[in-house]
């Protein structure tokens, strides 16, 4: 009876393992859409789970017509950093950096 019990505590312990270990993901940075131009400026379009050709179109909308993509939450940050701005929702990811 002990040996079943320590058996059914083992075999669960290492379902436990098991789950958790398979469920590790690796970060990645996010992708380099390349340089876009716009208001006379020069910005570099990063972006992480989008296609870039959406991305660059959304962050041309955004600097040009300050007009944020649908879903996403996003914030202009001041001169005083490199990063125009950024837009997220959920996992998806886009901003640009003034070059």
């Known amino acids: 009876m002990i040996a079943l019990r320590s058996l059914v505590v083992a075999a669960i312990t290492l ?15 996010p ?10 400026k020069r910005f570099n379009i990063k972006a992480d789970q ?12 955004y600097i040009v017509d300050h007009v944020k993509p649908r879903g996403y939450s996003c ?7 490199s990063i125009a701005f950024r837009c997220s929702k959920g996992d998806r990811v886009l901003f640009a950096i003034r070059r």
């Open 15 to 29: 379902a436990l393992v098991v789950a958790l270990a398979g469920s590790a993901w690796a970060p990645v940075p």
């Open 31 to 40: 992708r380099n859409c390349g340089m876009l131009e716009a208001k006379g």
């Open 50 to 61: 989008i296609r870039c050709r959406t991305a660059r179109r959304q962050a041309r909308r």
């Open 75 to 81: 914030r202009t940050y001041g001169r005083d950093t």
